[in-house]
């Protein structure tokens, strides 16, 4: 039996991007002839909103052949892999985080492609456009990676965004008939299911850095339409929530409407590991920054501190 691809992603949660990728690069090797399958195990985080649910994009049910190949999409850090995933048989790595480039380039060479991009559905859509076979992809696929590009580039505000994904997410957007006010529909419905259930919201979106890095050690992030209006109305209930998660974190609340990230971070030395990557003011254990910043470029900001 020829080998399957199994194109899956992160242990910890299936945001949009990832969701995203693995269903639209499945869609596509399929189409050349190539045995994939989207899988993955993780939770779809809120990210991933009630409209783009009826959209019915489905993984794939997974038993583990011997000779499965894996190709990785939106992670590179091994140590975060959907458990299902054997290291050895990776043959693909898609990503735009930072810090594994070089694992993975003396590893797989040419097949991992890690780029300083607003989101990997792009790195997804350059694949398809450059097999000439854009104008197949389905609509479900097509929305999928315009909202992924759409989440991930903060509505084009971040600064890690580029013109391809511009492009990208105008060219697939078309193709998939998205509604112009499909901006605003998609982080209200983000921003309605965070508040329908806080805890879940904040679990769904965490990751956990080792003590001795430039981030804090708990690092939450959320993407909504009005950040000032969520904090506002949460913050007893966040603070005390992310307390309990260790004595080293903050919460990112990024704001589409302002164009700005609120940073939430109560413990003293969060806030100190936080003003080593950028000048910020606190105010009652709050700092905005303008325009606003993704926690993977706060990342890209404390490797830049201890560069290898």
Known sequence: MSPIKVITSGSA???????????????????????????????ANRSVSPSVLSWRATFHP???????????????DYQHFDPLVVLEQVVEVIDHHPGFER??????????????????????????????????ISQQSAALLATAILDNTL?????????????????LARQARLPANWPEQYFLECQAAIESDLHAALA????RFKPDSNL?????????????????????????????????????VIGIRDGQSCLLA???????????????????????????RLRKELLQLGLNLNPA
Not at 15 to 41: F, H, K, M, P
Not at 62 to 76: C, G, I, K, R
Not at 236 to 248: L, R, S, T
Request: aromatic share 10%; with cysteine.
């Open 13 to 43: 949660y299936l945001d949009i991007d990832a969701y995203a990728c693995c269903i639209a690069y499945a869609e596509l090797l399929n189409l050349q002839g190539i045995s994939a399958r989207a899988v993955s195990s993780a939770a």
């Open 204 to 207: 769904a979106d965490l990751k």
């Open 155 to 171: 509505h084009f505000s971040g600064q890690m965004t580029t013109e391809l994904d511009v492009r990208a997410y105008d060219l």
């Open 103 to 136: 694992y993975w380039d003396e590893r797989l060479g040419s097949a991992a492609d890690i780029r300083p991009i607003g989101a990997a559905a792009t790195l997804i859509f350059q694949r398809w456009q450059a097999a000439g076979l854009l104008w197949r």
């Open 266 to 292: 109560g413990p003293m030395v969060s806030q100190q590991k936080l003003n080593s990557l950028l000048p910020l003011q606190w105010q009652s254990a709050m700092a905005v920054v303008k325009p606003s």
């Open 216 to 252: 804090p050690a708990v690092f939450a992030q959320m993407t909504v339409w009005d950040a000032d209006g969520l904090i506002r109305e949460q913050r007893n209930e966040i603070c005390q929530w992310m307390a309990g998660q260790g004595d080293d974190w903050v919460l990112n």
């Open 62 to 76: 997974y038993t583990p052949q011997a000779n499965d190949e894996f190709v990785l999409v939106d992670v590179s």
